[in-house]
């Protein structure tokens, strides 16, 4: 195998005139969320959305286990707050979400912590019936940012929420579709022709007009006044979260692959 075969990578290409198709891959890790990898994404989106692509497909490809690991949590013994506004992630997801077109989650194999935020960051979601949506940061004891859980906040009925987040078990594709986090759900045979589909139906509408629509409700979404003194105390519960012990034995359990001896400190 050529070294570079598991090398983390992000590729983009036209599908059609009006349809971009990115892949971002880094098998070696599964398809997790590397520093590297996020700040390609970054920049494939930036150069789609100068061109002005109306509608693009995102994913890792169809068939593999893992849809993507989430974060890189190799990185996090040098990054403890790897969702905070500036980091790369937090930068991709807001990129997605100002995209000048429609950004549509071709999943398929489980998705996990980070990666999930991603999927639904994503204005549609088309999966196969492998897919698995688990929200794992409790597993490590990294407390997720207000900004992250608004986007689920959203879209998920709150005790489906809290459960995603408390017990950190998997959303199955089945009841995915049963609260909207995906739009479609096919068999792997059929998952890019049915996303094709999906972009061929949007391709062909005015793109000023979808562009429009689509600011509009990012904006009302993004409409979450806070008093100053809730984003004070949830910032000081973060910051507590990701100095704590907890959070060291946490990636100390997750590198030894034990399960972790949380203490509440």
Same mark, same amino acid.
Do not use: K, P, V, W
């Given at each position: 195998m050529n070294p570079t075969d598991n090398a983390a990578t992000v590729t983009r290409r036209i599908v059609e005139e009006r349809i971009g198709h990115v892949v971002f891959s880094n098998p070696a890790r599964r398809h997790a969320l590397s520093a590297e990898l996020l700040e390609a994404l970054e920049q494939r989106l930036a150069e789609l959305a100068e061109r002005r692509v109306p509608v693009l497909l995102l994913g890792s490809g169809i068939g593999d286990d893992v849809w993507s690991a989430g974060h890189d949590l190799g990185e996090l013994a040098l990054d403890r707050d790897p969702v905070a506004y500036g980091k790369p992630l937090e930068r991709v997801l807001r990129a997605i979400r100002a995209y000048p077109g429609v950004v549509i989650a071709m999943v398929s194999g489980s998705v996990w912590g980070g990666a999930v935020d991603l999927a639904m960051s994503c204005d549609l979601v088309v999966a196969d019936r492998s897919a698995r949506f688990s929200m794992t940061p409790v597993n490590i004891g990294l407390p997720y940012t207000t900004s992250g859980l608004l986007r689920f906040f959203h879209n998920l009925p709150i005790h489906v929420l809290k459960e995603m987040f408390f017990c950190a078990l998997p959303l199955t594709a089945e009841r995915a579709l049963q609260f909207g986090v995906i739009n &479609?759900? =096919?068999?792997?045979?059929m998952l890019q022709a049915t996303a094709l589909e999906m =972009?061929?139906?949007i391709a062909a509408k005015a793109p000023l007009a979808v562009r429009a629509v689509k600011e509009q409700l990012r904006i009302m979404e993004d409409m979450q006044p806070l008093p100053v003194q809730a984003m004070e105390q949830i910032a000081e519960l &973060?910051?507590? =979260?990701? =100095?704590s012990a907890d959070f060291s034995e946490g990636l100390e359990a997750f590198s030894q692959r034990r399960q972790p001896l949380f203490r509440g400190v």
């Open positions: &479609r759900m =096919a068999d792997s045979t =972009a061929h139906g &973060r910051r507590r =979260a990701c =100095a």
